[in-house]
């Protein structure tokens, strides 16, 4: 197979640098920016690629292997940026292809590895290609790259099908000539055709496009969803809701998509550099999930699974499990997040009572979801694999619960709020300083309001102060990377323990995590790595405080 080096202005020695380790994704910590709320180059509320380049050093110092970048580029923003009209350019908003180089260029100056979104499920309504096509009118050649159909009813009134938008209301909108077309998220976002050729070459060209930029990698979003079942079937059921994730629908997890992929791994292959996929694929069962990471498709798949786990022992231990069972027969590491950009932060999930889901709107006890956030995120980096972490979730942030409604943004609230509505509370700008315009997330204000506290959530006020969780995950970072080598492996061996209590061995390293509210006895395993909170020791047995993870070696 040729390996062409990239012909792009980010290649050389700088690419050399970070592409030394082969593999290196199989135990990575990748750190997701929201371009929009990581800092702000230019004083105009928004977060850019400048500002993202200049805080590449925090990165490097906080000890992740790569960034993951959602979508910046050339967007109507009418879903923040997953609303592609462009993709071979940047947004103004965010900067250019110039700085995207840059961008790409100190990251691997600085080690650190860059990851791009791509969105292939749907454009934007103000992608060439729909406008032409709704412009041509019936018959247009263009009309075939999206499902356009004639609605039913009478008079084709009616949609073509009963699926709905994961942001509510009908999948469904009518262009004035009377047909309608298709569109799983907002109507801003027709969804493409991918039985035409056209649709897959262009993809394919776009993958190159950003590969010779120097990328190393691609978050492919609703990777489950490129392929609908053939008629488009109704779903026959007004519970779509409640389908979602559990089933394979109609629209989702269909098994044509993995032929996709592989045709995309064969890109990717030609490229030198260790360069990788990650799936957004949200499907009934980590089982399904491992389809998408077989040896030749993608090379990790986020883990929902995880994400959607209750703070319990006994739920965390099953879905821990399936989800190394699951992953080893296809040889792909296993990956963990508990945060992103459309989910209630895990300080606030677990500050809530269980049950509720991944959309919650209540602040709940802060502090103990602090408690708990510090204590999950500790034992998400003792796993064996792939780590996700979110912006702002090193420094605890809370979910902003109550922003006002006319600064939300989010198309899911105003379209009647599906599973994904609410997200504006977890995309607030991250705040760097103690005090100072938008607590140093830029010259200007923020796109979303800050609460009064950020302040002292800070980067800077966290930085080198004992306990704080920024240190905490630094001090975890480094340990799971140099003296522990966490990542590494694909299974744990668990030990006894008290209910409540997870307790696994991994060589010399033992993690052990207490869910309950009350401390507990267990053995002292060695010495204390790292602790989310105050552990004490003495003859040979350590007394761990509730809601709290110990990181132990018994070296
Ligand atoms: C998943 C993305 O993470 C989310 O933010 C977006 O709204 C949908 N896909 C549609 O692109």
Redesign the pocket.
């Known amino acids: 197979m040729t390996q062409h080096s990239s012909t792009g202005p980010a290649d050389n020695s700088a690419l050399a640098t970070v592409a030394s380790r082969r593999d290196w994704w199989r135990d990575a910590v990748i750190y997701q920016v929201y371009p929009r709320s990581f800092a702000d180059s230019n004083g105009d509320g928004m977060g850019d690629l400048e500002g993202v380049r200049s805080r590449l050093p925090y990165l490097r110092d906080l000890g992740i292997d790569a960034v993951w970048l959602s979508p910046f580029y050339a967007s109507p923003q009418a ?2 940026g ?1 609303d592609v009209a462009d993709y071979r350019a940047v947004d103004p908003m965010f900067g250019n292809l110039l700085d995207a180089d840059a961008l790409i260029r100190d990251a691997h100056d600085l080690g650190l590895r860059i990851i791009v979104d791509l ?1 292939p ?2 454009s934007s309504d103000q992608h060439e290609w729909f406008k032409r096509a709704v412009a041509e009118g019936p018959g247009s050649p263009l009309r075939d790259r999206y499902h356009f159909r004639p609605g039913k009813g009478a008079n084709g009134e009616l949609p073509p099908n009963d699926w709905e938008s ?1 942001f509510g209301g009908p999948a469904w909108t009518q262009v004035e000539d009377g047909e309608w077309y298709l569109h799983l ?1 907002a109507p801003e ?1 027709p969804d493409f055709n991918w039985e035409h050729p056209a649709v897959g070459d262009e993809f394919r060209s776009v993958l190159r496009f950003w590969l010779d930029m120097g990328v190393d990698g691609f978050r492919i ?2 990777a489950h969803g490129l392929v609908k079942a053939d008629g488009l079937p109704d779903l026959g059921s007004h519970e779509q809701l409640k389908l979602l994730g559990n089933d394979v629908m109609p629209f989702f997890d269909q098994d044509g998509v993995h032929a996709i992929y592989r045709e995309w791994r064969l890109v990717l292959d030609e490229y030198a550099g260790d360069r990788i996929f990650v799936a ?1 694929a949200w499907t009934p069962t980590v089982e399904r999930t491992a389809n998408y990471v077989r040896p030749d498709e993608l090379h990790q798949a986020f883990n929902f699974q995880y994400l959607g786990t209750d703070w319990d022992a006994a739920e965390l231990r099953v879905v821990i499990d399936r989800t190394l069972d699951a992953m080893r027969p296809v040889g792909a590491p296993a990956t963990w997040v508990l945060s ?3 989910v209630t932060r895990h300080a606030t999930r677990f500050a809530n009572e269980p049950g509720l889901g991944t959309q919650i709107r209540l602040a709940g006890d802060r502090e103990l979801g602090l408690r708990r956030a510090r204590a999950a995120s500790l034992l998400m980096l003792a796993l064996p694999g792939s780590a996700y972490v979110y912006q702002g979730e090193e420094l605890g942030l809370p979910d902003v619960v109550d922003l006002p409604d006319e600064v939300r943004q989010d198309p899911a609230y105003f379209r009647g709020a599906g599973q ?1 509505g609410f ?1 504006d509370g977890c995309r607030v700008p991250i705040p760097w300083t103690r005090e100072g315009s938008s607590y140093g997330f830029g010259a200007g204000g923020s796109w979303l309001p800050q609460p009064a506290e950020w302040g002292e959530l800070s980067i800077e006020a966290q930085t080198g102060a004992a306990g704080s969780t920024l240190e905490l995950y630094r001090t975890a970072l480094s340990v799971r990377r140099e003296e522990a080598g966490l990542g590494a492996g694909d299974s744990v061996d668990w030990l006894k323990a008290p209910e409540g209590v997870l307790a696994f061995r991994r060589g010399e390293f033992v993690c052990v995590t207490n869910t309950t509210g009350e401390a507990v006895t267990v053995p002292a395993y060695g010495r204390v790595l790292v602790a989310s909170g105050e552990v004490t020791v003495a003859e040979g047995e350590a007394k761990v405080p509730g809601d709290t993870t110990v990181w132990w070696t018994t070296a």
Request: hydrophobic residues 30%; charged residues 35%.
């Open positions: 879903d923040a997953y969105v499920n749907h994961i998220f976002q979003d609703v957004e992103n950009h459309d994904d997200r």
